[in-house]
């Protein structure tokens, strides 16, 4: 895609939301393949989940708990990200990751304001009723993130 009567991208700052779903991964093969086809670079943010309530009870019970498991959800999104930046590697694109923490909705527009993002590329999650969209992280995105996004199925 170029800018009409410019000669260059409309998009050189590509972004992709990355999870553990596979909407995700089909988003991250459609945007290294964008970023490729374009020849511009590709960025990733995974938002990390945050630990399960019932952690607080362990923790109460041996302190190292929380910490370890906290250290375990890291080095699982590590792995996460380590895996998708092998597999750009793979396509001749180098991509930087990022991880956060807190809501994703909030976590990934500041992302993008922060990196100046012009293209989200989401995974979008099938839903079989009307309603169930409304209220979805994809869409509360879409509303928010001040770029162009690009839905995946």
Known sequence: MRAEGKGR????N????YDESPESHRAMSAAIHL????????QAITVMEKLPAFTAF???????????LADDREKYYDHLQTTAREAALREGIELITTLADGEPVDAIVRFVCERKIDLLVIGLHRHHDRVSRLWSTTTSIAQSAPCDIFGVH
């Open 58 to 68: 362990a923790a109460g019970s041996d302190p190292t708990v929380a910490s370890m």
């Open 14 to 17: 590509i972004a992709v939301a």
């Open 35 to 42: 970023a490729k086809t374009l020849n511009v670079g590709l």
């Open 9 to 12: 991208n409309m998009f050189t």
